[in-house]
């Protein structure tokens, strides 16, 4: 039986508060999203009852604090559909994942004049790593354009990648401009090409089912705080071929099996890539979410934001003077969706909207690049989850109006 919105929105109490004597409207979800009773529960129990360190003790708490670790990893595995919990790595975040890959399967498959693929839509956390790889071992970054609504350009992708390519990486979902990217065909593409796939799954496992094996990426990266769980843990998922022939990246407890004077041998996967004591409550606390998003059903979450965006867009694109990034057909687009208020600057949009009681994110967005392909210095941005309403999307639309006018005439 799926939850009614009312008894979804009951599991999160933070919503139930007053800003600036309005009711609180969180539309901010793309930054961070809010955490149920059941996730805070989880971390409570883990640490009034079963906290230790993890795999080595032989007491009970140990046993207990193991078992509730890698029962998280076999969570994790079952909602990317990944072969085997070696492919699982716990890490802090998304950042790290993709860091992780750079430092570890680039350093040792880069090389002179080899070309990295991605595109102008990516997150800082999707670009730097490519960028600093690409100018330390004198390969080429490239990136992929948009089409004029906000696409990924396909017909530009097939010729960026090239022979000489050696890594495709590319955000599953825009954090801006709320496009899904076409990751399947992409992998087709790149391993045509002989190159490697890295999906960027920090907008998407949040909000639709993402299933690693149909889509045949051999990474994926994507953060827990985004989807309901802790900040600071997150995954990466990698192909166990791969990661089998990838040198760590942090060496110390847990990841090795043998320390010898001058050389040590690694732990197997997936603990090789896990170098001192994990963030165990935070795996614990992702495990949780992940059941409390199962339990309504990914297909259901996306239905719920498509239903929101189907409801708002049209509203935000009837507001003169609004210009919304992105696709403008509803069904093209997710639920994040940046918009400026012509004339005025996205923060000065931003606290107009917060005095109205609606959390909204305004900035870069860690995307100055696309900030620049759009040739805007920043937009405001709302970002809708599975615990907002239409009603909520009213608020929104009103705040935007009300701001419009504050700043036009002074009176709101
Ligand atoms: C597409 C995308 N990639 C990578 C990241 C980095 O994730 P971590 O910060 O968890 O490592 C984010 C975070 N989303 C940011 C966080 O704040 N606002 C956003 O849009 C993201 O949206």
Known sequence: MVKSL?????????????VNDEDLVYLDNAATTQKPRAVVEALAHYYYTDNANVHRGVHTLAE????DFEAAREKVRAFINARSTTEVLFTRGTTTSLNWIAASYGEKVIGAGDEIVISYMEHHSNLVPWQQLALRKKATLKYIKMTADGHLDMTDAAEQITDKTKIVAIAQVSNVLGVVNPIKALAKLAHEHGAIMVADGAQSLPNMPVDVQELDCDFLAFSGHKMLGPTGIGVLYGKEAILNEMPPIEFGGEMIDFVDLFQSSWKELPWKFEAGTPDISGAIGLGAAIDYLSAIGMANVQAHEQELVNYVLPKLLAIDDLTVYGPHDPAQHTGVIAFNLNGLHPHDLATGLDM??????????CAQPLMKYLKVPATARASFYLYNTKADADRLVDAIVATKEFFKHGTV
Request: charged share 25%; net charge positive.
């Open 356 to 365: 109205e009681g609606v959390a909204v994110r305004a900035g870069h967005h």
């Open 64 to 67: 207990r604090a193991t078992a």
């Open 6 to 18: 009312n008894q979804i929105r009951n599991d999160f109490p933070i919503l139930d508060q007053k």
